[in-house]
């Protein structure tokens, strides 16, 4: 279900222009891109239009952001099949806010595929197709250390602040812990799909690593709380965030995503 | 479960991040104050290991034994068990709140619909899971059995809560979304339910005192009850739009045995709302019909214990 964090923190990781880009301006190109493709009406041909020019738009970026192309294909085959799931369903069921259906093919046991069945699942595909590149585009450039610290400059409660900061550091340990895991159960042949072993024997040892991943957290948790106090932590501490002003370039990038999402919604 | 982006128009999905907005509020305010102590770090780096322990995959094949389920596999949520553990859905709230957050830069649910994500998931999983787990304890189940509801039922709502969501959005027809959504969760509870049990039953002997064992007795009995009371009003609400406009089968019947009789027996008493509904209210009239009748029901079971309390 997920790409692993250290494929994700290796991209995150390379030069380049877009990746030199402020942090809180990608999040709020990031925002404006998906807000303006969700806020999109549902029926309308010429979003297809609209969305592909974001899309060219995006996919430039990633690559002038040097992203290795495998990445890239194995994010959206990851995120692709959940999207698909209900769209296409679509072109089957009869929209309750579209009053008359063009029947295109009847199938047996009563089905009908209806021309604005399909549209409104093309259109439901093509949306989610583009707020999914925007959110790849964001997070394969900028580290999540990067995104909490950016969105903090933006104004993120401090409290939620710093609990975004805990959970991000700790990721990675609990991402090599878990491979720790799985390498001493793999060594002895341990597999969830092995059949010659009782199936409840199997549940059991999932349980386990859940139970013992919940409570090495815990322990985690309580131990860097504990050094924490012991270095003068209170409720009233700030998560320190150094001034970063936004540059020429910054400011540029900015608006000229506002000027290709108004061009594709005045020219369109 | 998680909803992308695009599947809810973005007026409705403001309305959900507007209803998580106030609960994350007030989780994060019970890490602060409620807790003996600050656990606002704890919590942060606890919500990590969440993060991560939903990345191991559990077998489908290993609930049901079919061959079709080869490949499929799903993850523990742990909504109601970390309700469960802490004592207090708002736990729930806030871990799923961050595990949420963070999976959508994976791709898993969408920054709009993330609202509505963490209501499902996080806000009606882990109240509804923590407060039928009480309620089961209360009547003196036994622990497993009552931890094994507690995790199924925090599926199963969700899984309802979200048919009814896409109907709203127009996305995803209500019956067929129940039924496809509740079949798909119901089986997933199942897992969740085991896997509830065995966890806490392995963290309650590594380390007991995490456990807020004692804190369940003290949930007063009115807080489960409301909390049976928002989803049966819940349940309720969206019944009219799930019913068929076909007479039900005891009705059917009694009309053709006794046609004659029942018109003179019946005829004479009028109901105050017929057929479940204030006329010419359409829909809005059959919804206002049950919220009345709730009410007016709650009412009586009161005024019935007031008068039971006297004697």
Same mark, same amino acid.
Request: hydrophobic share 55%.
């Given at each position: 279900m ?5 494929e994700?923190e ?12 402020d ?10 891109i ?7 009406p ?6 297809f ?16 952001a ?9 994010r959206f085959?990851i ?6 799931? $209900? ?11 579209i009053a008359?259906f ?9 089905f009908?595929?209806?021309r ?6 093309a259109?439901?595909l093509?949306k ?10 964001l997070?394969?450039?900028t580290?999540?250390s990067? %995104?909490v610290?950016?969105?903090r400059?933006?104004?993120?409660p ?5 609990l ?12 090599n812990?878990?491979?720790?895991i ?22 059991e040892?999932v ?10 957290s ?6 860097t ?16 965030v150094?001034?970063k002003? $936004?540059g ?6 900015l608006s ?10 005045? %020219?369109? | 479960m998680? @909803?992308p982006?695009?599947?809810?128009p973005l007026?409705?999905?403001a309305?959900?991040? /507007?209803?998580a907005? @106030? ?9 602060r ?14 919500a ?5 322990l ?10 049901i034994p079919?061959?079709m ?7 523990v949520?742990?909504a109601?068990?970390t ?7 708002w736990?729930?709230?806030? /871990?799923?709140?961050?595990v949420?957050a963070?999976q ?6 969408g ?11 996080g806000?009606?999983?882990?109240f ?7 309620g089961f ?11 094994f ?6 599926m ?12 709203l959005?127009?996305t995803?027809p ?6 496809l959504?509740g ?6 509870g ?12 392995a963290i ?17 009995t ?13 349940l309720? @609400?969206?019944?009219?739009f ?5 007479p039900?089968?005891?009705q ?6 006794i ?8 005829a ?14 359409g829909?809005k009239g ?11 029901i709650?009412?009586?079971w ?10």
């Open positions: 997920h790409i692993s964090l250290t994700l290796r991209e995150t990781y390379k030069k380049s222009p877009v990746h030199r880009i942090g809180r301006i990608k999040i709020l190109i990031t925002l404006a998906i807000v303006y493709a969700v806020a999109l549902r029926m309308d041909a010429l979003n239009l609209k969305l592909g020019m974001l899309e060219v738009y995006i996919i430039t970026l990633m690559l002038l040097r992203l290795e192309l495998s990445y890239i294909a194995l085959a995120a692709l099949p959940v999207g698909f799931g $209900i769209a296409a369903f679509q072109p089957f069921l009869k929209q309750p806010f008359n063009t029947v295109l093919y009847t199938l047996p046991m009563g009908e595929i209806t604005e069945g399909m549209l409104f699942g259109v439901i093509a989610f197709l583009v707020c999914i590149s925007a959110v790849i585009l997070s394969s450039t580290s999540m990067e %995104l610290s950016s969105a400059r933006m104004g993120l401090k409290e939620l602040a710093l975004f900061t805990m959970m991000v550091r700790y990721l990675f340990v609990f991402w812990m878990l491979g720790r799985r390498t001493a159960q793999k060594t002895r042949c341990f597999d969830i799909w092995n059949k010659k072993v009782p199936r409840r024997w199997t549940l040892q349980g386990y690593t859940i139970s013992s991943m919940f409570v090495r815990y322990e985690q948790g309580e131990r709380y504990q050094s924490m106090l012991c270095r003068g932590y209170s409720a009233d501490a700030h998560v320190y150094g001034r002003n $936004i020429l370039s910054d400011a540029f990038v000229f995503t506002m000027v290709i999402i108004g061009a594709a919604q005045i %020219l369109v | 998680h @909803i982006d695009g599947y809810i007026g409705q999905a309305v959900y991040w /507007l209803i907005i @106030i609960f994350i509020a007030r989780s994060v305010k019970w890490a104050n409620d807790m003996n102590e600050d656990m606002i770090p704890l919590f942060g780096v606890l990590a290991g969440m993060f991560v939903q990345t191991i995959n559990i077998a489908a094949n290993l609930l079919v061959p389920l080869g490949g499929v596999s799903w993850h949520v742990g109601a068990l309700a469960i553990i802490f004592a207090s859905p736990a729930a709230v806030l /871990l799923m709140t961050l949420l963070v959508s830069l994976f791709g898993d649910g920054v709009t619909a993330m609202g509505a994500n963490i209501l499902n998931m806000i009606i999983g882990g509804m899971g923590y407060y039928s787990f009480i304890c209360k009547l003196s189940v036994k622990r497993q059995v009552a931890l509801a507690g995790a199924w039922l925090s199963i709502l969700p899984a309802l809560a979200l048919a009814f969501e896409l109907w959005a127009g995803f209500l019956k067929q979304g129940v039924l959504m079949t798909f969760q119901g089986v997933a199942i897992g969740e339910g085991l896997m509830t049990v065995i966890v806490f039953g309650i002997k590594a380390r007991p005192d995490i456990i807020a064992g004692d804190a369940h007795s003290k949930v007063s009115l807080k489960v009850a409301a909390a049976g009371a928002v989803v049966f009003l819940g309720a @609400i969206a019944a009219p799930l019913a068929s406009s076909n039900d089968g005891l059917q019947t009694a009309s053709v045995v046609k004659n009789e029942i018109n003179s027996v019946i004479p008493i009028t109901p105050i709302f017929p057929n479940y509904s204030i006329p010419g209210m829909e059959r919804v206002a019909a049950i919220v009345i009748g709730f009410a007016a709650i009412l009586i009161l005024g019935a214990a007031r008068l039971m309390k006297k004697v």
